[in-house]
């Protein structure tokens, strides 16, 4: 990898919670704590975590879509956190967003060819005839008859809806798209559609993606790399055909067998994690995932491990992994 | 597996409809779906979003909203009485005491403004007729059955004060303290994340045998049915389409949305360049559709597929299926 794209350095974000009295100590929820990774051109990286890990802050960051505490983020070599309004404008024309929820991320007084052309017209992109022409090629593109263009947003199912947020996106021929959970939100034969759509315009159009999701079966598909957040932190990051075959992480371990799976032949849930998700107010002192790791000893709980390299792009952030 | 043919189902749903005015037009959320389950057996039914998988639990325990919804036809058989024709007050008696159903969200279940050992308690003295003491204590226990950790502290929490997971443990000890027969579980985990899920889902297998009672497991997940459920509905735009033993199903599915289900699942530690997909989406509940509702995004369908309804016929014992490509040749 050369310059990577996306460089994001001990990134921070701290959530302060409301003062609980006037003389309280004002309390913060370390919603991302000293988060790093890069992802190369044309590269997929994935991102994932159960809900409240940070994982969605990270994404928002990257676009300053909210304000990072602490750290950088670089974006093709130059500091993106210190982005005045113009250059944040042209920075956006390049890092765009997919969310989730295909039914809030769509206004629903805009006909199609409004939506899809919206960025275009932010960036002053192009004549009308023009626009035209190019909201025609991404709806095209992502398989919506073009014919629809005055329809309005509810007249779309949801994995219509989603491709049209897909469209949307590709107007302006990015050269990162963070994806938000796309697909959680979709039944499964919509699913796939989704996924397999979204795999092919990467290759197409030579796109990074930031791939943030639950669901491991999905990353692992779509991403090239994968990291795993718990609380806040990366806990391991491995190419993806490592990353299952040979999770080192006890929390990615564990969710991997969490996950169930379609084989009723299936060896049976062998570890079942213990306990909720700590109060990310009140972190655990030392590894995050001290609490309701099946492997913790007394050092977990008094120092925070560092990340490690196991293996060639393979890094563990555990006291009880050897290298 | 297979279950002795002499056993009694101890629920049955037969030729269901149920339907629902729309301004669309009428919607046949559930067009005449048949399935039973036996004492202590988990029948799983599977089918996306639209399917009328939910819409058939709930004509159950008769909780269709009416109007706009209606049970048009039909029989529900619990103890050789059929539910569609009781009064409220003997239905009463039977939901939320013989037969008790968990949801997907188990905040909107539970009343925000009382405590949990409020609401817990007032279910086993309503239906158990406890004194007040007794259900209280009846509640304690419940919630340490369901692994709650300190659950004296838990029956003075408000619901909005506990986790996601520790909300549905709270459910299912709702659920469960009238000892039913029949739980219906309704995608009792897909609010959760999935090391929260699996706990769920072992809780529920483990009360489930310790009680011995018959569970419906309704969800869109098949990793979830292939590892807790012994026979399995498929459901497709409000008809069943499919129904096997577990293992025939994921082994030798023979209705094509079935198969192409399975095969449009990516499966970890298997990446491939693209996942199957099944093309278009399922029709809209109000069209009128007078073959195959499935036809249109199959890839084996043939002339004869559209115009007629295809029957369910039996290819094994026990695996039925609606589809004239597997069973008329």
């Known amino acids: ?323 | 597996m297979a279950t002795p043919p002499n056993r009694q189902p101890i629920l049955s749903v037969e030729n269901l409809r149920t339907y629902f005015h729309t301004p669309d037009g009428l919607a046949k959320a559930v067009d005449g779906v048949s399935y039973h389950v036996h004492p202590g057996e988990t029948l799983g039914v599977v089918g996306e979003s639209g399917c009328g998988k939910s819409v058939a639990a709930l004509s159950i325990l008769r909780l269709i909203p009416t109007p706009p919804g209606e049970i048009v036809s039909g029989d529900i058989r619990f103890n050789n009485q059929n539910l569609l024709n009781l009064s409220t007050r003997r239905l009463r008696g039977i939901r939320g005491r013989r037969i008790s159903m968990i949801f997907q969200e188990p905040m909107t279940s539970l009343n925000p403004v009382f405590t949990i050992g409020y609401q817990l308690s007032r279910v086993f003295s309503l239906h158990n007729r406890l004194s007040k003491k007794a259900a209280r204590r009846r509640a304690l226990e419940m919630l340490a059955a369901c692994d709650i950790p300190s659950p004296e502290r838990i029956m003075t929490s408000f619901p909005h004060e506990l986790s996601g997971g520790m909300r549905q443990r709270a459910m299912i000890a709702m659920a469960l303290g009238c000892r039913p027969d029949v739980l219906i579980a309704d995608e009792p985990t897909t609010a959760l994340d999935v090391t929260i899920q699996a706990q769920i889902m072992a809780l529920m297998l483990r009360l489930k045998e310790q009680f011995g009672m018959a569970m419906i497991l309704i969800t869109h997940d098949l990793g979830i049915i292939a590892g807790s459920a012994q026979r399995v509905v498929v459901m497709y735009a409000g008809e069943k389409v499919e129904e096997a033993p577990v293992a025939g199903l994921f082994h030798h599915a023979a209705h094509p949305y079935t198969a192409a289900l399975i095969q449009s699942l990516p499966v970890l530690g298997r990446r491939e360049t693209f996942l199957k997909e099944i093309k278009g989406m399922v029709p809209p509940p109000h069209q009128d559709i007078p073959g195959c509702k499935f036809a249109d995004r199959c890839h084996e369908a043939v002339d004869a597929c559209r115009r007629r309804r295809p029957q369910l016929k039996e290819i094994e014992p026990g695996h039925l299926v609606a589809c004239i490509r597997r069973t008329d040749s």
Do not use: W
Not at chain 1, 261 to 288: F, K, M, V, W
């Open chain 1, 1 to 323: 990898m050369n310059q990577p794209l996306i460089k994001v350095d001990h990134l921070s974000k701290h959530f302060a919670l409301k003062k609980s009295g006037l003389f309280k100590e004002r309390r913060y929820v370390r919603a991302v704590d000293d988060v790093s990774f890069l992802i190369g051109r044309g590269e997929s990286f994935g991102l994932v975590g159960e809900s409240g890990c940070g994982k969605t802050t990270v994404g928002r960051s990257i676009l300053r879509l909210t304000e990072p505490t602490a750290g950088r983020v670089e974006f093709e070599g130059r500091d993106v956190t210190h982005f005045k309004r113009p250059q944040l404008k042209t920075y956006r024309r390049h890092a765009q967003m997919i969310f989730q929820d295909p039914f809030a991320s769509l206004n629903p007084r805009m006909t199609l060819a409004d939506i899809v052309g919206e960025p275009l017209l932010i960036h002053r992109i192009g004549s009308k005839k023009e626009r035209r022409r190019r909201i025609i090629t991404v709806l095209e593109t992502v398989g919506i008859d073009p014919g629809y263009m005055q329809r309005f947003a509810h007249e779309f199912s949801g994995g219509q809806r989603q491709r049209i947020g897909i469209a949307r996106v590709l107007t302006l021929n990015p050269k990162l798209i963070v994806a938000d959970e796309p697909v959680s939100a979709l039944d499964v034969s919509i699913q796939a559609q989704i996924v397999n759509l979204l795999v092919r315009l990467k290759d197409d159009f030579q796109m990074s993606y930031l791939f943030i999701s639950h669901d491991l079966a999905v990353v692992e598909h779509i991403a090239d790399r994968v990291a795993i957040m718990y609380l806040g932190h990366i806990v391991e990051t491995a190419p993806s055909e490592l990353i299952y075959k040979k999770p080192r992480h006890p929390y990615t371990q564990a969710l991997l067998t969490a996950i169930p799976r379609p084989d009723p032949d299936a060896p049976r849930q062998r570890t079942i994690l213990e306990g909720d998700l700590p109060n990310p107010a009140q972190p655990p002192s030392g590894c995050p995932f001290r609490t309701r790791c099946p492997q913790a000893v007394d050092q977990c709980t008094a120092a925070a491990p560092a990340m490690t390299a196991v293996g060639p792009g393979h890094f563990v952030s555990c006291h009880r992994v050897d290298a």
